[in-house]
């Protein structure tokens, strides 16, 4: 069964700095990938979603950007973080030809000081 | 566009009485749809799944889903709560672009 490893878990940052999380997938092959963002009640927003090495799609104009340099490893960036950026990040994957549910990492939570 | 409302956004219920979580979803096609729990600071867990066929789903840890399409519904139900059943509850519908889209959560208190 496929296991997504999220780093680092906290994260506190100030504003100005830039910022890398990463996201590895192990246990599968090609999966789709996934980036959300979840502030403090409320539900999960959609960033980024890959479907493929440099096939980055994003969903929200904003300050942050993902990549993905190899099939299992999907990373969010920023160059200047700003307050608005704090939040609860998390990866999730979806195993191609099987379903469409979503598997998710354990997340990375993020302060902007 | 796709979304899902849960009208609850907090829930108390008594260890080993009955827990229904509302959900209501807009999606033009079929949908797909999904519960998922969070416990405070980890990731979601998937509980159960639609996809087609009975509209009665069953799920992990006891949980189980009916869809309806007359009422664009899909609500989450238990028998009897456990205290470990305290947690963030979300409903989710994805459509063939495998993109889900989230509802606000429900959070559900258990007290002894």
């Known amino acids: 069964s496929q296991t997504i490893h999220q780093w680092p878990a906290t994260l506190v940052q100030p504003v100005g700095s830039p910022l890398s999380l990463e996201c590895t997938v192990e246990g599968t092959s090609n999966p789709n990938l996934y980036w959300y963002r979840q502030a403090a009640g409320r539900g999960l927003q959609l960033l980024f979603y890959s479907i493929g090495i440099d096939q980055i799609s994003s969903e929200v104009p904003q300050n942050l950007s993902a990549s993905r340099p190899q099939d299992r490893q999907f990373i969010l960036s920023s160059k200047k973080l700003l307050l608005s950026d704090s939040g609860f990040y998390l990866c999730?994957?979806?195993?191609?030809?099987?379903?469409?549910?979503?598997?998710f990492g354990p997340g990375t939570r993020l302060t902007v000081t | 566009a796709q979304s899902v409302t849960q009208p609850d956004i907090h829930i108390t219920v008594s260890e080993g009485a009955s827990l229904e979580l509302r959900c209501n979803y807009s999606?033009?096609?079929?949908?797909?749809l999904f519960w998922y729990v969070q416990s405070p600071g980890q990731g979601l867990q998937l509980l159960l799944k639609?996809?087609?066929?009975?509209?009665l789903v069953q799920g992990i840890k006891g949980f189980e889903a009916e869809f309806k399409r007359s009422q664009s519904s899909f609500n989450l139900r238990k028998p009897s709560v456990h205290w470990s059943d305290a947690a963030e509850y979300f409903c989710a519908v994805g459509g063939a672009d495998y993109k889900l889209s989230f509802g606000a959560g429900t959070t559900v208190t258990v007290r002894a």
């Open positions: 999730a994957a979806r195993i191609r030809g099987i379903s469409y549910e979503q598997y």
């Open positions: 639609y996809f087609s066929g009975d509209t």
């Open positions: 999606y033009g096609a079929t949908p797909y």
